[in-house]
C-alpha cells in the first residue's frame, strides 16, 4: 500500500483557488481574499476563513464548499476556523479578481472611498462627489449611484449616464 | 477554536464579573437583534425597490453582528447556550435592548429617523468597543464598525434629503425627530454594570459616547432644515430587561418557529 502523502500547502491553496465565491462565481475565494492561513496542524488541515460581511449569508456556503472540495481531495482531518482579525476589505480583492468582476459586469471597488462615518462632507458625499465609479459596460465615469446597496450586502446600485446600463458596484469597505 | 479565546476569556472574568460582562454582550446584541428584526419588517414594503434591498441588508449586516455577539455572550456565561438559544428562547425581560430599538417602524421617515439616531450612537460604540481591553470584543466591533460607518452615511443622506426634502417629507422628519428624542436619552445612562465595563476598560463609559453622538446629530439635523429637540426628558429600562409593549409582539413573530417546533432547522 502507497503511504497516504500530506498534500503541500501550496497544492491547498491551488485547489482552494479553483472554488468559485457563490453569489460571484465568477471569482474565486482566494481572488476574492477570504482565505486568511493554510497550515497543517499535526495531521490536521487548519483553514482560516474570514467573512466578507458578518451577515454575509454566503458564509455557511462556502464554508460548506471549501470542506467538500477538500474531502474530495482525501484531507480526512479538516478544521475550519472562522478569522476576525484583521476585518476583511476589499483591499484584498487580486488585481485578477477586479478584471474578473468588472468583465462580469460588476465594478470593481474603487480603493480609499470605505465609509468613516465622519459627517464632514455628508453633502459632497450625498451628490456621489465623492467616489468616481467607471461603468463595466462602456467604462465611463459619467455614472450616478441609485442606492447604496444593491442585489446583495457587498455591492451597491449604480446606472451609467452614457450607456445608460444599470450596473452594481462592489463597494469599498 | 484555537487555545487563543480561552486564556482571553479567563483575562477577561479576571477584571470583571462573568455576569457583567454577559450583560454588557447582551446589551449590545440585543439592540442590534431588535433593532435588525424591525428594520427587516419593511422588506416587500418600501417605497421603493432600491429601498428595500437596502433596508433588508442593513437589517442583515445588524442581524450578522447579533450573532457574533450573542454567540460570545453565550460563551461568556458558560452554560452552553448559542446565539440562537439566546435570541429564539428567552423571554422579554430577559432582553437587553435600548427601547428605541422596539419603537414601532412609522412611516418610511420615521424608520429612517430612528436608523439614523441609533447609527450615530452604535458607530461611537463600535469605535469605543475596537479598543477593548477584550480582544474578542475589540474584534467584533471593529468588523462591525465598518459596516455601520457605511449604516450611518446612509441614513444620515436621508434624512438630509428627506428633511430639506419637500413640505410633507420635512413635516414627517420634524414630527419623527421629536417622537423619538426622548428616547435617545437612555443610550448615555450608566449604571453599575457598565461602570465595571468602564473601569475595566472592556467597553466605553455610555456617558462619553454622548458629545459626539451630538456633534453627529446636531450636524446632520441643520443640513436637514429640523429641530432638535430642547428636552432632555429620557425613557429608560430597555438595558435592565424593563420593556415597552411593543417588544412582546416582535418576539412573538421573531421567536415563533423555534417556540413552535423546538429544536426544528434547515
Wanted: charged share 25%; hydrophobic share 40%.
Amino acid at each position: 500500500m502507497v503511504a497516504a502523502t500530506r498534500p503541500s500547502e501550496e497544492q491547498i491553496w491551488a485547489w482552494l483557488s479553483e472554488l468559485p465565491d457563490p453569489e460571484i462565481p465568477v471569482i474565486s475565494l482566494t481572488e476574492l481574499g477570504i482565505i486568511r492561513s493554510v497550515e497543517w496542524q499535526d495531521d490536521t488541515l487548519v483553514v482560516k476563513v474570514t467573512p466578507t460581511y458578518s451577515g454575509c449569508p454566503a458564509t455557511s456556503v462556502i464554508n460548506l464548499d471549501i470542506e467538500t472540495a477538500l474531502r474530495r481531495r482525501g484531507v480526512r482531518k479538516l478544521r475550519l476556523e472562522r478569522q476576525l482579525t484583521p476585518p476583511w476589505t476589499t483591499d484584498w480583492i487580486s488585481a485578477e479578481g477586479r478584471e474578473k468582476l468588472r468583465a462580469y459586469g460588476i465594478a470593481p471597488p474603487v480603493d480609499g472611498t470605505a465609509a468613516d462615518g465622519v459627517a464632514a462632507g455628508r453633502i459632497a458625499r450625498m451628490t456621489g462627489a465623492r467616489v468616481t465609479v467607471a461603468c463595466p459596460r462602456c467604462g465611463s465615469t459619467d455614472t450616478e449611484r441609485i442606492s447604496q446597496f444593491g442585489s446583495t450586502p457587498c455591492k451597491a446600485s449604480y446606472r451609467c449616464q452614457d450607456c445608460l446600463e444599470p450596473f452594481d458596484y462592489f463597494k469599498c469597505i | 477554536m484555537s487555545s487563543l479565546p480561552e486564556m482571553t476569556h479567563a483575562a477577561a472574568t479576571d477584571r470583571v464579573s462573568r455576569e457583567a460582562l454577559f450583560e454588557g454582550l447582551l446589551r449590545i446584541g440585543d439592540s442590534a437583534l431588535i433593532l435588525g428584526h424591525r428594520v427587516s419588517e419593511w422588506c416587500g414594503h418600501a417605497p421603493a425597490l432600491e429601498e428595500d434591498i437596502a433596508l433588508a441588508n442593513v437589517a442583515l449586516d445588524l442581524i450578522g453582528q447579533t450573532q457574533l455577539w450573542l454567540e460570545l455572550a453565550g460563551t461568556v456565561e458558560g452554560k452552553g447556550r448559542s446565539a440562537d438559544d439566546l435570541a429564539y428562547l428567552r423571554d422579554a425581560w430577559d432582553f437587553r435592548n435600548l427601547l428605541i430599538c422596539e419603537r414601532p417602524n412609522g412611516d418610511f421617515g420615521h424608520t429612517l429617523m430612528r436608523q439614523f439616531l441609533f447609527d450615530a450612537y452604535h458607530h461611537e460604540l463600535l469605535k469605543g468597543l475596537s479598543a477593548s481591553s477584550d480582544p474578542r470584543v475589540a474584534e467584533i466591533a471593529a468588523k462591525a464598525g465598518k459596516e455601520v460607518a457605511y449604516h450611518l452615511e446612509r441614513s444620515s443622506d436621508l434624512v438630509v434629503r428627506l428633511g430639506d426634502g419637500t413640505e410633507e417629507s420635512h413635516r414627517r422628519m420634524q414630527e419623527a425627530l421629536e417622537a423619538l428624542w426622548p428616547y435617545t436619552g437612555e443610550m448615555f445612562l450608566r449604571d453599575d454594570k457598565d461602570a465595571e465595563l468602564a473601569d475595566a476598560g472592556i467597553a466605553p463609559d455610555p456617558a462619553s459616547l454622548r458629545p459626539a453622538w451630538e456633534r453627529t446629530v446636531r450636524e446632520v439635523m441643520t443640513d436637514a432644515t429640523l429641530q432638535v429637540p430642547d428636552s432632555t426628558f429620557a425613557h429608560k429600562g430597555g438595558k435592565q430587561g424593563i420593556h415597552s409593549e411593543y417588544l412582546g409582539y416582535i418576539l412573538a413573530e421573531m421567536q415563533f418557529l423555534q417556540r413552535a417546533y423546538p429544536g426544528a432547522s434547515w
